[in-house]
């Protein structure tokens, strides 16, 4: 049968790490054991920051949506004055406002998913740690009385790739909720600034092409309004 | 033998499964090296559902070793570049 080869060393050699440090698997089990509650505790903190960043991505949600119901109330006070020209301006925002907002839909439920996985390994660890408190003490007494030797390194090795796991599992829910924060952080700076329709970013050909797809979508809008205001 | 999908949990599984596995892996390390991301990424669902589907969820009190680790089913495509290259997560 073939072997773990690459994830399966990630894991390895972080627990060869764990292993070499002690040889005696009485002080591994407890080395584990406390290890495991505070990955437990990391766990829980990675909920609330994915919580919390998920929060806040829902707060800017709301006040995008606010801001383009105001453009479109703008709108259309521009176009039944008779100013076109203002009332596409209006639109225009309005549109990548939008854009905007989808994207941050997108992200909400991006770190929706991760909370959802984060507090399954959250479930998960906590009954390890339960059964594991329950069975220290007896596998130390069994490693002692050196009749249960496989049983122990067995348990060990299966521990340490538990904790492995969920410290990878933690790390990675920690990058992705660094990345939603940066984009949040600015996503508050633009708003503070006003700069609402010049965030897309992208190359040239993005933004050419966003252009062709706003100004379509400005089209349609505006022909709506124009339909409202007869 | 035991599987372990990586932030999920430990599966028991047939060891009859470790053939399609292998098929799936050796398909993951070609479309990896082809740059092929879309390929990639479903390959890489299919692995993940073919566990799921095929095996049996160990209890979360088992504390075991895996005989088998794969990787989370969200990886992205350049960690895919560091983990599926030449024999694959399965060695021939």
């Known amino acids: 049968m073939g072997l773990l080869d690459r994830m399966g060393t990630i894991v390895k050699s972080k627990m060869s790490r764990i292993m070499d440090r002690m040889e005696d698997p009485r002080e591994v089990l407890d080395y584990s054991y406390e290890k495991q509650l505070e990955l437990l505790q990391n766990v829980k903190r990675g909920i609330a920051e994915v919580a919390t960043s998920k929060k806040r991505l829902e707060l800017q949600r709301a006040r995008l949506a606010q801001s383009a119901e105001q453009l479109e109330g703008k709108a259309r006070d521009a176009l039944s004055s008779g100013r076109e020209d203002l009332a596409r301006q209006a639109l225009e925002r309005k549109v990548s406002l939008q854009n905007q907002i989808e994207i941050l839909d997108s992200q909400i439920a991006e770190l929706d998913r991760e909370e959802q996985k984060l507090i399954a390994v959250e479930t998960r660890l906590s009954t390890k740690i339960e059964t594991l408190r329950a069975r220290k003490e007896a596998i130390k007494a069994q490693y002692s009385a050196a009749e249960a030797q496989v049983k122990v390194t067995e348990s060990v090795t299966g521990i340490s790739e538990e904790l492995a796991d969920v410290g990878l599992a933690i790390q990675r829910a920690e990058e992705k909720t660094e990345g939603m924060k940066a984009r949040a952080a600015a996503l508050d700076d633009l708003l503070e600034k006003g700069v609402l329709e010049d965030y897309t970013g992208g190359d040239a050909l993005d933004r050419e092409l966003s252009k062709v797809k706003t100004s379509s979508a400005v089209e349609a809008e505006l022909a709506r309004l124009r339909g409202e205001t007869k | ?92």
């Open chain 2, 1 to 92: 033998m035991i599987i372990r999908i990586m932030g999920e949990g430990q599966y028991r599984a047939p060891d009859t499964i470790i053939e399609d596995l292998n098929a799936i892996d050796n398909r993951i390390v070609e479309l990896v090296e082809k740059g092929d991301r879309e390929g990639f990424r479903n390959e890489l669902l299919r692995m993940v559902s073919l566990v799921r589907e095929r095996c049996e969820p160990l209890d979360a009190t088992e504390i075991v070793k895996s005989d088998l680790i794969l990787p989370p089913p969200d990886l992205t495509f350049e960690e895919a570049r560091g983990i599926f290259r030449g024999q694959g997560l399965i060695e021939d």
